[in-house]
C-alpha cells in the first residue's frame, strides 16, 4: 500500500503578499500542509501538478520547496500553463525531464506527464511524449499504472474550461485503451474536484491549494470552497482509494 497526496495549482508569487481572487496563496498553502500534516498517514510521496507560481519567478519557486519540503516526504512536480520549467528545472527536484517522470514504488508505476504548452492555457502532450508513454507502459504490463498531468483529459462538463483541456485527448485515450493495468489519471488545472470513471480508468481532478471554480458552468467563476488537496492509497491489488480534503 502506498500513501499519496497531491498538490495543485499552488499559485504562488514572488512576495509573500502575493494574491489571487481575494486569496493568499501562501498562506492558503500553509494552511493544506498544516491539514495533511494533521490529518494523514505518514506519506510515501508527493505529486505537485502545474500552475506553481503564477508569476514565475525563481523566489516562488523557492518559496513553494520551502513549504512542501516541510511536509517531510518526496516530491515530483510537473508544469502547468502558468509555470516556466526552465525556472522549476533550476530550483525544483525530481522534476519531469523531456516531458515525462517514472517513479517505481512497489508494483506500482507512477508516471509524470508535461502536457504545458509555453504561452497557452490549453495543453498537449507532443509526439515524442506520447512515445515515451507507449514504451512506459509496453514495458511495465506487470505494475499497476497511475499518470498523472496538469490538464484534464476528459469533459468535466464546465464549457470554459472543457476548452482548455489536453486538445489532444483523443490520442491519450486511445493510447490507454490497450493497456488494463492503468488504473487512474490524476490532473490539477480545474480548480474542483471530478471523478469519473471510463473504460475501467478512474479520472481525477483535484481542487486548487488556493481558490476553486464553480463546477458546471458556463463562463468562469469563483466557488466558495475553500483550499484543497486530494489523498490517494494505491493498494497491493491495483485498487485506487482517494478523498479530497479541504483545509477550510
Given at each position: 500500500?502506498i500513501q499519496v497526496a497531491q498538490?495543485?495549482?499552488?499559485?504562488?508569487?514572488?512576495?509573500?503578499?502575493?494574491?489571487?481572487?481575494?486569496?493568499?496563496?501562501?498562506?492558503?498553502?500553509?494552511?493544506?500542509?498544516?491539514?495533511?500534516?494533521?490529518?494523514?498517514?505518514?506519506?510515501?510521496?508527493?505529486?505537485?501538478?502545474?500552475?506553481?507560481?503564477?508569476?514565475?519567478?525563481?523566489?516562488?519557486?523557492?518559496?513553494?520547496?520551502?513549504?512542501?519540503?516541510?511536509?517531510?516526504?518526496?516530491?515530483?512536480?510537473?508544469p502547468g500553463n502558468h509555470d516556466?520549467?526552465?525556472?522549476?528545472?533550476?530550483?525544483?527536484?525530481?522534476?519531469?525531464?523531456?516531458?515525462?517522470?517514472?517513479?517505481?514504488?512497489?508494483?506500482?508505476?507512477?508516471?509524470?506527464?508535461?502536457?504545458?504548452?509555453?504561452?497557452?492555457?490549453?495543453?498537449?502532450?507532443?509526439?515524442?511524449?506520447?512515445?515515451?508513454?507507449?514504451?512506459?507502459?509496453?514495458?511495465?504490463?506487470?505494475?499497476?499504472?497511475?499518470?498523472?498531468?496538469?490538464?484534464?483529459?476528459?469533459?468535466?462538463?464546465?464549457?470554459?474550461?472543457?476548452?482548455?483541456?489536453?486538445?489532444?485527448?483523443?490520442?491519450?485515450?486511445?493510447?490507454?485503451?490497450?493497456?488494463?493495468?492503468?488504473?487512474?489519471?490524476?490532473?490539477?488545472?480545474?480548480?474542483?474536484?471530478?471523478?469519473?470513471?471510463?473504460?475501467?480508468?478512474?479520472?481525477?481532478?483535484?481542487?486548487?491549494?488556493?481558490?476553486?471554480?464553480?463546477?458546471?458552468?458556463?463562463?468562469?467563476?469563483?466557488?466558495?470552497?475553500?483550499?484543497?488537496?486530494?489523498?490517494?492509497?494505491?493498494?497491493?491489488d491495483g485498487g485506487v482509494d482517494?478523498?479530497?480534503?479541504?483545509?477550510?
Amino acid at each position: 500500500m502506498i500513501q499519496v497526496a497531491q498538490l495543485t495549482d499552488t499559485h504562488l508569487f514572488a512576495s509573500p503578499d502575493g494574491a489571487l481572487y481575494g486569496v493568499n496563496t501562501r498562506a492558503s498553502l500553509g494552511a493544506v500542509i498544516n491539514h495533511a500534516n494533521a490529518n494523514l498517514p505518514a506519506l510515501d510521496l508527493l505529486l505537485v501538478t502545474g500552475d506553481l507560481v503564477h508569476d514565475e519567478t525563481e523566489q516562488g519557486y523557492r518559496a513553494l520547496r520551502k513549504s512542501i519540503d516541510g511536509l517531510g516526504v518526496p516530491a515530483y512536480y510537473l508544469p502547468g500553463n502558468h509555470d516556466d520549467p526552465a525556472v522549476m528545472q533550476e530550483v525544483l527536484p525530481n522534476m519531469t525531464q523531456l516531458g515525462i517522470n517514472l517513479v517505481e514504488q512497489d508494483n506500482w508505476l507512477i508516471v509524470l506527464l508535461d502536457s504545458s504548452i509555453r504561452g497557452r492555457v490549453e495543453g498537449e502532450l507532443s509526439r515524442s511524449v506520447l512515445e515515451k508513454l507507449l514504451d512506459c507502459l509496453q514495458s511495465n504490463r506487470h505494475k499497476h499504472v497511475i499518470i498523472a498531468l496538469h490538464h484534464h483529459v476528459i469533459k468535466i462538463h464546465s464549457a470554459w474550461l472543457d476548452g482548455l483541456n489536453l486538445r489532444n485527448n483523443g490520442e491519450f485515450l486511445e493510447l490507454l485503451n490497450s493497456f488494463s493495468n492503468v488504473k487512474a489519471v490524476l490532473n490539477g488545472h480545474i480548480h474542483q474536484e471530478f471523478d469519473e470513471t471510463r473504460k475501467g480508468v478512474r479520472f481525477l481532478g483535484t481542487p486548487s491549494t488556493c481558490f476553486q471554480f464553480k463546477p458546471r458552468q458556463l463562463t468562469a467563476g469563483i466557488d466558495s470552497a475553500p483550499a484543497g488537496y486530494r489523498h490517494i492509497v494505491l493498494r497491493d491489488d491495483g485498487g485506487v482509494d482517494t478523498r479530497v480534503y479541504y483545509a477550510g
